[in-house]
């Protein structure tokens, strides 16, 4: 087994989370779920089979090993588990896509809002890509099929429980660079080498980077690179990326919380096969009878002021303006001026307010008060958010104490 070995390493803590664009009605609780969905991305998980015997390698020639991965031919099945302690999220999505107008031209094969169930429970997935415009992920239960194909400048999405189809062609769709172009939402990585390399953005001096020991994956044998921060207050205990010994290859991607018990996130392959996939795996044809949707059609994707659009992560919370950022590195906490100064929508205030959507609101929420006022903290396992009730908002993946003392220093 490689012994421990350590190295720090540089990076933006702050750069997957930029706040660009203006908040919806419903964007601040959302957003927690979906910032926590974003950190899944497409990658599985599987249980160590062995530590096999490597060679010695520090982890800045590990992370350096990763960057220089060249792989981009291979198919496998994949797991996703996550317990980021919310309710399931397909229910609430369906309920955001409703009241955003999605009942006047939506699809329940959309892959923006597909996408977030990922969020919750355990999953078992097909994957397959062939270079950077060529990938194929499938989502797969007991009676049904739902499937992300980009082929070239063509993205197809299917559901094939109700048999319905998204379609979008990258030189029309007004989104498609962001959105439509990829296999997932923006801010949600789509490969192992994706989800790592987000995470080594947010490595500074703030963070201990170390290869602890060795693994095997998928029938493969790997070196355990772990990133755990230095500082208190964090809700993140440790990520661990399993790298392909061979490759550079990240293979399985687990993030433990500080709290303690089962991993937030466990993510890695069951199966893996680097070689060429069939080009088949590329195409799409709807069935007979399919009911398809074309890109721009949805008025959900053309109304952001009626749309849930903070389920893609931080960065669709805040305005032009940005968010200040209090603190650095893992401690980080983003401070956000709601639209119009407008406090936590509810049902009591706004009938517009989905039942969905302030069952999930009362399910995590915690009421708290300080110097700044009074508020309530929604809480995952991973990222917490305080919305005061003036219409302020701290969010990061930190503790509630963190959250309300930011939001104390900020009162002063």
């Given at each position: 087994m490689a012994p421990n070995d350590s190295a720090e390493t540089t990076g933006s803590a702050t750069s997957t989370t930029a706040a660009r664009r203006k908040a919806a009605r419903y964007v601040v609780p959302v957003a927690v779920?979906?910032?926590?969905?974003?950190?899944?991305?497409?990658?599985?998980?599987?249980?160590?089979?062995?530590?096999?015997?490597?060679?010695?390698?520090?982890?800045?020639?590990?992370?350096?090993?990763?960057?220089?991965?060249?792989?981009?031919?291979?198919?496998?099945?994949?797991?996703?588990?996550?317990?980021?302690g919310i309710p399931s999220l397909g229910g609430l999505a369906e309920s955001f896509a409703q009241s955003a107008g999605g009942e006047q031209g939506?699809?329940?094969?959309?892959?923006?809002?597909?996408?977030?169930?990922?969020?919750?429970?355990?999953?078992?997935?097909?994957?397959?890509?062939?270079g950077p415009d060529k990938q194929r992920v499938s989502i797969l239960d007991s009676a049904a099929?739902?499937?992300?194909?980009?082929?070239?400048?063509?993205?197809?999405?299917?559901?094939?429980?109700?048999?319905?189809?998204?379609?979008?062609?990258?030189?029309?769709?007004?989104?498609?660079?962001?959105?439509?172009?990829?296999?997932?939402?923006?801010?949600?990585?789509?490969?192992?080498k994706a989800l790592a390399e987000q995470a080594l953005k947010a490595a500074d001096s703030t963070t201990s980077v170390t290869v602890d020991g060795t693994a095997q994956v998928a029938g493969r044998d790997a070196y355990k690179l772990v990133i755990k921060p230095k500082q208190s207050g964090s809700t993140i205990g440790a990520i661990t990326v399993a790298v392909d010994a061979k490759n550079g290859v990240p293979l399985k991607f687990t993030l433990s919380p500080s709290s303690g018990g089962k991993a937030v996130i466990d993510a890695g392959f069951t199966s893996v096969d680097f070689s060429r996939p069939a080009a088949s795996s590329f195409t799409f044809t709807p069935p007979k009878g399919t009911e398809v949707t074309e890109a721009g059609e949805a008025k959900a994707e053309k109304d952001v002021e009626k749309g849930p659009e903070g389920l893609t992560g931080l960065d669709k919370i805040a305005g032009g303006g940005g968010?200040?950022?209090?603190?650095?590195?893992?401690?980080?906490?983003?401070?956000?001026?709601?639209?119009?100064?407008?406090?936590?929508?509810?049902?009591?205030?706004?009938?517009?307010?989905?039942p969905a959507a302030q069952q999930f609101l009362d399910s995590f929420g915690d009421k708290v008060t300080g110097k700044f006022g009074s508020g309530t903290v929604f809480k995952t396992r991973l990222v917490n958010a305080l919305m005061t009730d003036d219409g302020k908002v701290?969010?990061?993946?930190?503790?509630?104490?963190?959250?309300?003392k930011a939001a104390d220093s900020a009162a002063n």
């Amino acid at each position: 087994m490689a012994p421990n070995d350590s190295a720090e390493t540089t990076g933006s803590a702050t750069s997957t989370t930029a706040a660009r664009r203006k908040a919806a009605r419903y964007v601040v609780p959302v957003a927690v779920a979906g910032v926590a969905a974003a950190t899944i991305g497409l990658v599985p998980a599987l249980a160590d089979s062995g530590d096999p015997e490597l060679p010695k390698i520090s982890a800045q020639k590990l992370i350096e090993k990763i960057a220089a991965s060249d792989t981009q031919q291979l198919s496998g099945t994949v797991r996703v588990s996550s317990d980021l302690g919310i309710p399931s999220l397909g229910g609430l999505a369906e309920s955001f896509a409703q009241s955003a107008g999605g009942e006047q031209g939506g699809s329940s094969a959309a892959p923006k809002d597909r996408l977030t169930e990922l969020a919750s429970g355990t999953h078992t997935l097909r994957v397959a890509a062939d270079g950077p415009d060529k990938q194929r992920v499938s989502i797969l239960d007991s009676a049904a099929e739902y499937s992300v194909i980009r082929n070239g400048d063509q993205l197809w999405a299917y559901d094939s429980k109700s048999d319905e189809a998204y379609h979008a062609t990258t030189d029309k769709a007004p989104d498609a660079g962001k959105h439509e172009g990829r296999t997932a939402p923006e801010g949600v990585p789509t490969t192992p080498k994706a989800l790592a390399e987000q995470a080594l953005k947010a490595a500074d001096s703030t963070t201990s980077v170390t290869v602890d020991g060795t693994a095997q994956v998928a029938g493969r044998d790997a070196y355990k690179l772990v990133i755990k921060p230095k500082q208190s207050g964090s809700t993140i205990g440790a990520i661990t990326v399993a790298v392909d010994a061979k490759n550079g290859v990240p293979l399985k991607f687990t993030l433990s919380p500080s709290s303690g018990g089962k991993a937030v996130i466990d993510a890695g392959f069951t199966s893996v096969d680097f070689s060429r996939p069939a080009a088949s795996s590329f195409t799409f044809t709807p069935p007979k009878g399919t009911e398809v949707t074309e890109a721009g059609e949805a008025k959900a994707e053309k109304d952001v002021e009626k749309g849930p659009e903070g389920l893609t992560g931080l960065d669709k919370i805040a305005g032009g303006g940005g968010a200040k950022v209090i603190g650095e590195g893992w401690g980080a906490i983003y401070a956000i001026e709601a639209p119009a100064g407008e406090g936590l929508p509810s049902s009591e205030k706004n009938a517009d307010v989905p039942p969905a959507a302030q069952q999930f609101l009362d399910s995590f929420g915690d009421k708290v008060t300080g110097k700044f006022g009074s508020g309530t903290v929604f809480k995952t396992r991973l990222v917490n958010a305080l919305m005061t009730d003036d219409g302020k908002v701290y969010v990061g993946a930190v503790t509630k104490d963190a959250l309300v003392k930011a939001a104390d220093s900020a009162a002063n």
